[in-house]
C-alpha cells in the first residue's frame, strides 16, 4: 500500500491505481480458501468494486477509508456465498469448533456454516468493540497483514497485536458459547 492518504477522484485513474492492490488482497484471502472454490479473486475483487458503486465512487477521504469500505464489501460478498451454500446443508448438528491460528481462515466450501458464526460473532464483537472487529474484518476478510491493518487504523503493530489477541479470544468465546447444549 502506498503512503499517500488521498484517493484520486476520477474514477478511471482509481480504478489503475487500486485495482492491483485490491486485487492482491482478494488473492491473499482467496489462497486460504480450498482448492474446489469457485469464486476467483478477480470477481470478487470486481463484484466488490460494483457494490462500492462501480464508476459512481463516493468521494473516499483517504486510503483507509476506501480499503476498510473494500474489506468490508469482501466480508459481505463471502458471507452471503456461505449463507447461500449453508441454507443447502442445514439440518445437521453444530460441530466442535477448536480455536487457533487456522480457525480464522476457514475453509468456507468445506464448513459455510462456520464461515456465518463467525460472521454472527464479530458481529456482536464490533457492537462491543468496533475498532477490533474492524481488525478481523481487514486481516481476515481484506487479506492484510497485521502490519498493513495496523497502518489503515491508524494505530500501532503491537497495539494491532493486542486487539488482535482480544479479538480472537472474544470470538472464541462467542463460538464456544453457540455450540454449548441449550444455546440459541
Known sequence: MS??????S???KLTQEIYQ???RLAAGRM????SCVTLQPTALVHEAWLRLGGEKQPDWENRAHFFGAAAEAMR??????ARRRSALRRGGGIPRVEF???????????DPDLLVRLDEALARLATRQPRKAELVKLRYFGGLT???????LGISEPT?????????????????????????
Open 10 to 12: 476520477d474514477p478511471l
Open 3 to 8: 503512503d499517500e492518504s488521498i484517493l484520486p
Open 21 to 23: 492492490e485490491l486485487r
Open 146 to 152: 497485521l502490519e498493513e491493518a495496523a497502518r489503515v
Open 100 to 110: 487457533n491460528e487456522a480457525f480464522l481462515a476457514p475453509d468456507a466450501d468445506a
Open 160 to 184: 494491532a497485536k493486542r486487539w488482535w489477541s482480544y479479538a480472537r479470544a472474544c470470538l472464541h468465546a462467542e463460538l464456544q458459547s453457540a455450540r454449548s447444549p441449550g444455546a440459541p
Open 76 to 81: 459481505r460478498i463471502l458471507i452471503d456465498r
Open 31 to 34: 489462497a486460504r480458501e480450498s
